[in-house]
């Protein structure tokens, strides 16, 4: 049996989607609910014997969290629980750039875990994926109102990846997983571009002029501390551009060696979610 965490978020619960017609699947949740072609258990990451419950007959998981400073400690309370059920397979979404003395305190804590791992008996699988372009449609309203996206990527370019294909990815992996046992997969979108192509591919989609306005990334975390976004999450909001290297922003061909047909491009995405910046409804700092 597989085990999906983080089962109703956006990776999560497109992962259930991909796994729709594999028989023994179930979906670890906070709250009753019910999740098609998936049987669901309550429980929690702080929540240790509602973990031993939902680790009964399962020997796969697919460990995804939702990012805080507890994530570390909250992670290896999971892969206790699930190594005393006998799981034999974590799959772990991780993220490129993720190492021990990354600027970003979430690659921190992503290293952390990985490292737990590597030491484990488990067989391991990581899902390394660069930048969301989910994360663009925080654009909707700034590009409604004023016609601009700020952000404090400088003029970097990252191969920014749909989380469509993330969750597609891994559950390629999870219907398989032996053969990716070992293996680190990063996931990227198939080409690097800079902020300033987003705006202007942004604008191309809805017929408007959109522009790039860079900020500094003190200027960016004053303005989230401003709207009270933790600490933490500012800092790592507002220093992401630094971290990745030149060699981590270039495009790989794992995705499309997965998913068997090329990642999803930036234009194809914009397409697909025309309406959120012709309507303007999203806004956030990201």
Known sequence: MILVTGATGQIGGAVLKNLSDVSRVRALVREPIEIEDAETVVGSFDDAGSLASAFEGVDTLFLIGRDNPDQVEQHIRVLDAAHAAGVRHIVKLSAIAAR????????????????????????????????????????????????????????????????RDVAQA??????????????????????????S????????????????????PQEFR?????????????????????AYTDDENAPTDDLPRLLGRPATSLSQFLSDHRDRYESGLSRSHL
Not at 132 to 160: C, K
Not at 185 to 195: K, R, V
Request: aromatic share 6%; proline share 6%; no cysteine.
């Open 100 to 163: 021990a003395d990354s600027p970003l305190a979430l690659m921190r804590w992503h290293h952390a875990i990985e490292e737990r791992l590597r030491a484990s008996d488990f067989a391991w699988t990581f899902l390394r994926p660069h930048l969301f372009m989910q994360n663009l449609l925080r654009f909707a309203g700034d590009v409604a109102e004023r016609g601009t996206i700020a952000a404090p990527m400088s003029d970097r370019e990252t191969p920014l990846v749909d989380t």
């Open 170 to 195: 891994a559950a390629a992996v999870l219907r398989d997983p032996a053969a990716h046992a070992g293996q680190i997969h990063t996931l990227t979108g198939p080409q690097a571009l800079s902020y």
């Open 197 to 216: 192509h987003v705006a202007a591919a942004i604008g191309e989609i809805i017929d408007k002029d959109v522009t790039y306005e860079p900020r500094s």
């Open 222 to 242: 004053a303005g989230l501390r401003d709207a009270g976004i933790p600490a933490w999450r500012a800092d790592d909001l507002a220093g992401v551009a630094a």
